[in-house]
């Protein structure tokens, strides 16, 4: 009897932890955190947290999405830069496209301000002993995060989760010997801060930088061997202290031992169990505020702790995993059995990376994607910026600002199709910040009195203007304004996802009308009597002329043609729809048909300049000349196939190595061609292990792929690779438009089973599915408002309708 009950324990134990290792929610390690791309990241979608769980020493790192450099930008900082346009036009038509290049400078403005860190809790530990049974996780199941050892015959554990409802990070401490939880805390921050104990809180308040700088750190504004005019800058600034308030408050609830204090740290001797409570605010409001306030991030974060320390640690739990899952839950996929042993997460990824069978660890990067979104993105005006809410680095890659001409609007192409759509938000209500200075941005850089328009990068204060610091940087990146008429796109899918139309009305049709008035405006005829953009640049690509030279400047390049192709018939849709605005209407449906058409080069390959030019670099990470396919619908296989054909020769010239970003990209380019296996191919190479930044091997594994923590490599961290892979899972399963749904369109062999369970298809329809050895056997489709869709699935075609509320089963 005892051999047969130890047997059962065995066998229980067995499967558990075969279970935890094979978990398609579970990412665990056993070991801590030694960098950044191998820690745990939790968010609420405005405090983030970076958790490493180390045994003496606990490094947390602490984010505000709302804490950046700088202060409501002028956006009329060069109000006649639009004057240079007749020369840079004149330079183009004489096909000089070097004097083009130089002019094209003079349509630049400042560049965008910086995400900052907010600070570092370090959790000090008294441990003498030596420890045993680490293991560290994070269940996206329910976003919390634990830590266990041992220390001498005591279990000591850790539990961590950051709370939307109550706006709060919870950090509870056990023992299971009572007595033994011996820690002090300390906070400090890479900004102009202070530390102070006050009854029993430990509090750090400071200040953001005025400007984004690579040179600025805590001592100053300025760099290490400053000039005359950047000191006088910087005591003037020191008198004015301009900037971003922010304050941090960390509190503890002891159920025994003693609570302690010294002069700037907090902690607990003799205790059994400890609750650390932690707020966050800053002391922005909005985009066109000044948010140089002192005291009002105080008492935001006071208020903050004081609600949340009234409440038991069970009633922050309940309600922060209820507010969770009510997102999470919506989708569940399942590709079938797996046979993948017993691994940590970073031990699957390097034996994934060899080629080898873990059907669960696709799952999780997918369920990581939607995790991810959940945690950084519930913000109104504030959307997930290039390293989501999680940025430990002073001066971040690419000041981890929105880059829009691809990675802000990567980020959220799993809002609508993976069931997040209230995720979604922070995006659009940021889409109309920059609507209003970029009217002004339309006016002073383009010379265009209507509608908005916004260039490569933006910040948090909506920043419109091309950047390049007044002429100093290079065109290829600096000069682009196409980025009004590619967000514009954003607000039509969340309508036809959601089929909203209140929302269409009030808030989406009008910044999608002016988007595409500033189109309309900026569309110029060229030689041949089509209408083309000029200048314009391809995404930070350059070509090369007959004659040699390598620029970026041109005019009628295919990436602008195709956002604005799509930008205008979505706003002709969109008025349609509204029965509004016939007239306006009219001039896009006119313009639409005579814009310059696409071209196929010598190569096959859809040409991405005017001319059938020869790329610098062939293999160039961006792919924007495919915008039309993806994310743009107006090219397909079946209704345009010579264009798509080309498409696929684009993609195939340039391979698929390249950043983890762009991989996201190609993956759903692919699927779009329908081709799964293809896509497939892609997603295990975006899913390649590599090495955290800083670590030194003998044999390092670089390039783009994924870090040990399952964090995008571009390299370095860069969030939007997560979210455009978890979105291509998606596009591989099911493809939408308005009146038709395409159910496992790019089907890969290696997910010959599996079913899916909440995936949303354009029309306002939710899809669950299972198929068997690559055939759909069932499917369920409901509907939120009532409607008509034709379901497709290879050959096989049937057309349903929907009430509001209705769910049909079909046994395909």
Known sequence: MNVT??????????????????????????????????????????????????????????????????????????PYAYKNLPEIREALNKEDYKLAEELNKKLQGKNSESYAPLGTIEINNSHKGKVANYHRELDISNAISKVSYEVDGAKFTREYFVSAPDQIMIIKLTSSQKGTLNFDINLSSLLKSNVEIKNNVLEISGIAPMHENPGYNKMGYFP????????????????????????????????DGKITTTTNTLGVKNATEAIIYVSVATSFKAFNINPSVDGIANVIAEKKLSKAFSKSFDELKNSHIADYQKFY??????????????????ERLLRYADGKEDKNLEILYFNYGRYLLISSSRTLGVPANLQGIWNPHLNPPWSSNYTMNINLEENYWLAENTNLSEMHLPLLSFIKNLSVTG????????????????????????????????????????????????????????????????????????????????????????????????????????????????????????????????????????????????????????????????????????????????????????????????????????????????????????????????????????????????AYKMFRELLRYVDPDGKKTETPRRGGGTYPNLFDAHPPFQIDGNFGGAAAVAEMLVQSDENE????????????????????????????????????????????????????????????????????EINW
């Open 741 to 808: 749904i395409r159910l496992l369109p790019a089907l890969p062999d290696a997910w010959e089973t599996g079913s899916v369970r909440g995936i949303c298809a354009r029309g306002g329809f939710a899809i669950e599915m299972n198929w068997e050895n690559k055939i759909l056997k069932k499917v369920s489709v409901s509907s939120k408002i009532g409607g008509k869709t034709t379901l497709i699935n290879g050959d096989k075609k049937q057309t349903i309708t929907l009430k509001k509320g209705e769910s049909l």
């Open 329 to 346: 839950n919506r989708v569940n996929l399942d590709l079938g059995k797996t046979t993948a042993p017993n691994l940590p997460t970073d």
């Open 224 to 255: 290490a061997f400053p000039t005359a005019e950047q000191k006088e800058e910087a005591a003037k600034e020191a008198k004015i202290t301009r900037g971003t308030r922010f304050t941090s408050l960390l509190k503890i609830k002891n159920t």
């Open 439 to 678: 009217k002004i941005t339309a006016k002073t850089f383009y010379g265009v009195n209507e509608g908005w328009a916004a260039a490569h990068n933006s910040d948090i204060w909506a920043m419109t203007n091309p950047v390049g610091q007044f002429g100093k940087e290079d065109p290829m990146w600096a000069c682009w304004p196409m980025a009004g008429a590619w967000l514009s796109t954003h607000i039509w899918e969340h309508y036809i996802f959601t089929q909203d139309k209140e929302y269409l009305k009030k808030e989406g049709y009008p910044l999608m009308k002016g988007a595409a008035q500033f189109c309309l405006a900026w569309l110029v005829v060229d030689k041949k009597g089509n209408l083309i953009t000029a200048p314009s640049t391809s995404p930070e690509n350059q070509y090369i002329t007959p004659d040699g030279f390598v620029g970026a400047t041109m005019y009628g390049g295919t990436a602008d043609l195709a956002m604005i192709r799509e930008c205008f018939d979505k706003t002709i849709r969109a008025s349609k729809i509204l029965n509004i605005d016939a007239d306006f209407r009219a001039e896009l449906e006119k313009d639409l048909v005579n814009l310059h058409p696409y071209q196929i080069g010598k190569k096959g390959n859809l040409q991405e300049w005017y001319f059938d030019w020869d790329d610098k670099d062939p293999k160039h990470r961006h792919q924007s000349q495919l915008f039309g396919l993806f994310p743009g619908n107006h090219i397909t296989p079946e209704k345009t196939p010579d264009l798509a054909e080309a498409s696929r020769k684009t993609l195939e010239i340039k391979g698929d190595e390249t950043t983890g970003w762009s991989k996201g990209w190609r993956i759903n380019l692919w699927a779009r061609l329908w081709d799964g296996n293809r």
């Open 5 to 78: 009950k130890t047997f059962l324990i065995l066998l229980f134990t067995f499967f558990c932890i075969k279970s935890t290792a094979q978990s398609s929610h579970v990412l665990w390690y056993n070991q801590p955190a030694e960098f950044f791309e191998e820690s745990l990241v939790l968010g609420n979608g405005k405090l983030g947290a970076t958790v490493f769980g180390g045994v003496n020493s606990d490094k947390i790192y602490l984010n505000d999405v709302t804490l950046w450099s700088g202060e409501p930008v002028d956006a009329g900082m060069n």
